[in-house]
């Protein structure tokens, strides 16, 4: 982890405590008198949202750089997806038969963080979005193989907060969704997307849609579970449509295990990886 930059000027955070040692006065006390930056009320107003997705924008990319992180394997996934232990607690059965992709997820993390750590552990970190479900399972696999991940997590209602197998110092909060989108795909070496809802539909087609249009360099897209994705979309009626290129759906491939992930990854250039792919040949051309 690099050390922090030395200057000659006097830092803002030895102002901030002088600050708060002055006199108690009608001027010290009033709202105008507080440091900007250590204003929340100020720096929750609406006119500083710039100032804050900023601030999202910065602070992890910021830390991230200072703890060495290269690139990232990022997993998207539900975080209603049980493990397998916990199954006969799934809301349906739909959701007790996807817990294995909690354990392919877990699976995956591990071997992905074992060959980062043979690497020097600062490539192909794993990154979820460090709540529960398949995102647990993701964090939990890097800690198995004894390394580090990250956690992006954000403000909900429900369902998120930390799960425990994120790494402290990597474990990062968010209020925009845009920002923690951003940070998901800026470091990106391959992209792994297990059965979940609307958030994980929404990830895996904001991602698509950047390799589509030439806004971010193509990598290894793998979907997680074919019989789950080809119910849930019709991914060949949209290229029948000419809504989307037929070619278009070859930017992601279908995986139902964590070795067969790892191999597809490893081979992602090689034509016998990314030429046949089963279940398209309904496809037309034309």
């Known amino acids: 982890m690099s050390k922090k930059t030395q200057h000659p000027l006097r830092d803002a955070g030895t102002d901030r405590e ?3 040692g002055v006199p108690v006065t009608p001027q010290t006390q009033a ?9 929340f009320d100020f720096m ?3 006119d500083m949202r710039p100032v804050r997705f900023q601030l999202e924008l910065l602070k992890p990319e910021v830390m991230l750089n200072e703890y060495g992180i290269n690139s990232t394997i990022v997993l998207f996934g539900g975080a ?6 916990k199954k006969d607690q799934a809301r349906t ?3 007790a038969d996807l817990s294995r992709f909690y354990d392919e997820t877990r699976e995956f993390a591990r071997l992905m963080t074992l060959k980062s750590m043979a690497g020097g552990g600062r490539d192909d970190v794993i990154v979820t979005g460090g709540g529960p479900g398949v995102m647990e399972a993701g964090n939990r696999g890097a800690v198995d193989a004894g390394g580090v991940s990250i956690g992006l997590n954000i403000v909900l209602p429900f369902e998120q907060a930390p799960n425990e197998y994120v790494s402290p110092e990597l474990c990062f909060n968010f209020h925009y969704f845009a920002i923690r989108k951003m940070h998901f795909l800026m470091r990106a070496k391959a992209i792994c997307v297990f059965p979940g809802g609307f958030g994980t539909m929404d990830e895996l087609f904001e991602a698509l849609t950047l390799i589509q249009t030439g806004r971010m360099e193509r990598v290894p897209f793998l979907l997680f579970g074919r019989d789950f994705w080809q119910g849930i979309i019709n991914w060949d009626a949209l290229a029948d449509a000419g809504t989307i290129s037929a070619e278009d759906l070859d930017l992601f491939r279908f995986v139902e295990t964590a070795q067969e992930a790892v191999e597809m990854i490893e081979n992602w250039g090689e ?4 030429d046949s792919v089963p279940g398209r040949q309904s496809i037309s051309t034309d």
């Open 80 to 85: 209603r997806i049980p493990e397998p232990s």
């Open 44 to 46: 929750c107003r609406d």
């Open 93 to 95: 059965k739909t959701l």
């Open 271 to 274: 034509p016998s990886a990314r």
């Open 18 to 20: 002088a600050a708060a």
């Open 31 to 39: 709202p105008a008198y507080k440091l900007a930056f250590n204003d």
